[in-house]
């Protein structure tokens, strides 16, 4: 079955840190793979994708994530927290075959990013 | 300007009733998309569509009917709401190129739907 895993419920970080969350997955074929944040009681929002070429990803808010087919993993990454990054973290791939693309996700990583 | 829309923004509603969430998006995207968020937070599929196709996840009861006037909506529908309905409704829209699943899907801010 194809899958997404993020290990961490919830992950803390002071300000000025850097940050990691941490996502793995299993797919059948080629991984299509997404990361979205969701604020609270607002939608979710599209941070970077990683479809195929460089396995460093650079997205929005200055995150970025890393493509690692060996380890089968997209980890999302930041090099300084800031505390309006506190938020919920989708990671999420793309099922192969299907004529449509809906999202299979992650359940979720809390950050808290504390000043 | 905002590129997927839903209302209501919150549903309140006894057991039993029948509802509607609508969605429009206008980013002139060829595929649309439910997906419900449970209490915890965790998000899953219920169908995707576009004007070819309409897929159901096999675990949504058929108590829940999407339904597109156009290209540009597509409106879900609950009959018989039982309390496990209660959930955040969000809805999403992408253009899937034909041999490619590189589209981003859009969501909208979502519905959040309590069943008393």
């Known amino acids: 079955a194809q899958s997404v895993a993020q290990p961490e419920d919830q992950v803390n970080v002071a300000e000025g840190n850097p940050l990691t969350v941490k996502c793995t997955y299993s797919?059948?074929?080629?991984?299509?793979l997404f990361w979205y944040v969701q604020y609270p009681n607002r939608g979710l929002q599209f941070l970077l994708k990683?479809?195929?070429?460089?396995?460093l990803v650079k997205g929005s808010y200055g995150f970025e994530a890393e493509f690692n087919k060996s380890q089968t993993s997209f980890h999302l990454k930041k090099p300084s927290a800031l505390v309006s990054d506190s938020a919920l973290y989708f990671c999420?791939?793309?099922?192969?075959?299907?004529?449509?693309?809906?999202?299979?996700f992650g359940k979720g990583t809390k950050l808290s990013v504390k000043p | 300007d905002t590129a997927v829309s839903q209302t209501p923004k919150y549903l309140v509603t006894q057991m039993g009733n029948d509802k509607s969430i609508k969605c429009e998006q206008n980013?002139?995207?060829?595929?649309m998309y439910w997906y419900k968020q449970d209490s915890k937070k965790f998000l899953k599929i219920m169908f995707s569509?576009?004007?070819?196709?309409?897929?159901i996840n096999e675990t949504v009861p058929n108590r829940f009917s999407p339904k597109s006037p156009d290209k540009a909506h597509l409106n879900l529908h609950i009959n018989s709401l039982e309390l496990g309905d209660s959930a955040v409704y969000f809805c999403?829209?992408?253009?899937?190129?034909?041999?490619?699943?590189?589209?981003?899907?859009?969501f909208g801010p979502g519905t959040r739907l309590t069943v008393l």
């Open positions: 980013l002139g995207h060829d595929t």
């Open positions: 797919v059948s074929g080629n991984p299509y």
């Open positions: 990683y479809i195929t070429g460089d396995n």
């Open positions: 569509y576009n004007n070819k196709e309409l897929i």
């Open positions: 999403a829209s992408s253009q899937v190129r034909s041999g490619s699943r590189t589209d981003t899907q859009y």
């Open positions: 999420a791939v793309r099922p192969y075959g299907g004529s449509q693309g809906n999202l299979i």
